[in-house]
């Protein structure tokens, strides 16, 4: 049996005298679809940030595909992130004037494939998503929900450990929310380990499984949306 694709212990963050993360502890197994959920200001992005390898953290132990990021200097920790860390971004960041098929194979630049190669899981992980007609498309030609399969795509197409999806349905209505969370099932069904970032407790009451956090902890299920239906408005 394999281990964790991502596992952290008593994980902190401060930023000076102000702590963030306040002892977070965290596994998720291959093939998990995950929310970690909590209001803005909970940690939740600080969270991101140490779990993808963005940030260091103050204290505490990460690991991801059973790599300890201690040891790694800042090379081989973007190594790590580039090869086992795919991203998801609420704000999609592609190439306006390029084609999706670029975008997507524009994102293993650093994973040391050929171009080739990297055209060829561009076009594989567009189809993986159902966008295989549009990939010839640039990306100002594509609607919201259809850009937010291509930034999807390519963090499938480096094929990493788990994918971390940041707000993955913010930026959108609710139909093609409604579109991308039912992807994200399809994928995960796939196979695909998928850790999401978001407010929307709606959206996280529909995976699996739900980590909530709250002032930099972790809180017991329900108690995150208690405390703030209590807070003085």
Do not use: W
């Not at 998720?28 to 959920?37: H, M, S």
Request: no cysteine; charged share 20%; hydrophobic share 45%.
């Amino acid at each position: 049996m394999s281990g964790p694709v991502l596992e952290l212990v008593d994980v902190v963050k401060a930023y000076g005298d102000q702590p963030v993360l306040r002892g977070i502890s965290l596994r998720v197994d291959p093939g998990e679809l995950v929310a970690i959920v909590g209001p803005s200001g909970s940690g939740k992005s600080t969270l991101l940030h140490v779990i993808g390898t963005l940030e260091r953290p103050s204290g505490g132990v990460v690991r991801i595909d059973g790599v300890d990021v201690a040891g790694l200097d800042d090379r081989r920790l973007a190594d790590l992130r580039a090869s086992r860390i795919g991203f998801v971004f609420q704000q999609f960041f592609l190439s306006a004037h390029a084609t999706a098929l670029e975008n997507v194979a524009d994102g293993m630049l650093y994973a040391g494939a050929d171009v080739r190669t990297r055209r060829r899981r561009a076009a594989e992980a567009l189809d993986r998503v159902g966008l295989a007609h549009r990939m010839r498309f640039t990306a100002a030609k594509l609607s919201g929900g259809e850009r937010q399969r291509v930034a999807i795509a390519r963090a499938l197409a480096g094929r990493p450990a788990i994918v971390l999806a940041d707000e993955p349905t913010g930026n959108l209505d609710s139909a093609a929310g409604a579109t991308i969370v039912d992807l994200l099932h399809e994928l995960n069904a796939e196979g695909a380990t998928i850790l999401v970032i978001t407010h929307d407790n709606q959206l996280a009451a529909s995976l699996p499984r739900q980590v909530h956090v709250l002032d930099g902890r972790q809180v017991p299920y329900g108690q995150e949306v208690m405390t703030r239906a209590a807070a003085p408005q």
